[in-house]
């Protein structure tokens, strides 16, 4: 069984400063790309920012020069560090991970849970 456990939300000012962290456990052989995704009420899930496992990266237009994606592949984590903070920021963040079980396997997306970031003005 693989399991993603995000931390890090919380209730914050505009202006303010989250890191978001989530680690994937299990059953894993190798872990490709990881990234976040957001849901704000009423509206679909979009892609914040996403890591390959070599470290390239890419960011949604609105979080660019705000949000900074990073991975430590030894600890199977993906981290988001998010600055100046918007009200519009306020979502479900999902962590996201294209993960291979084994070595013979293919490689399949799993979902963490979430964790709810809100930003108050």
């Known amino acids: 069984q693989v399991q993603l456990v995000e931390s890090g939300g919380g209730l914050v000012q505009a202006g303010g400063t989250l890191r978001l962290s989530c680690t994937a456990s299990?059953?894993?052989?190798?872990?490709?790309?990881m990234g976040w995704y957001r849901q704000a009420p009423g509206k679909q899930r979009e892609l914040v920012a996403v890591i390959t496992s070599g470290g390239s990266f890419n960011y949604a237009d609105s979080v660019k020069g705000r949000f900074t994606i990073s991975r430590d592949n030894a600890k199977n984590t993906v981290y988001l560090q998010m600055h100046s903070l918007k009200p519009e920021d306020t979502a479900v963040y999902y962590c996201?991970?294209?993960?291979?079980?084994?070595?013979?396997?293919?490689?399949?997306?799993?979902w963490g849970q979430g964790t709810l970031v809100t930003v108050c003005s």
């Open positions: 299990g059953s894993i052989f190798s872990i490709n790309a």
């Open positions: 996201n991970a294209d993960i291979r079980k084994y070595y013979y396997s293919s490689s399949r997306y799993y």
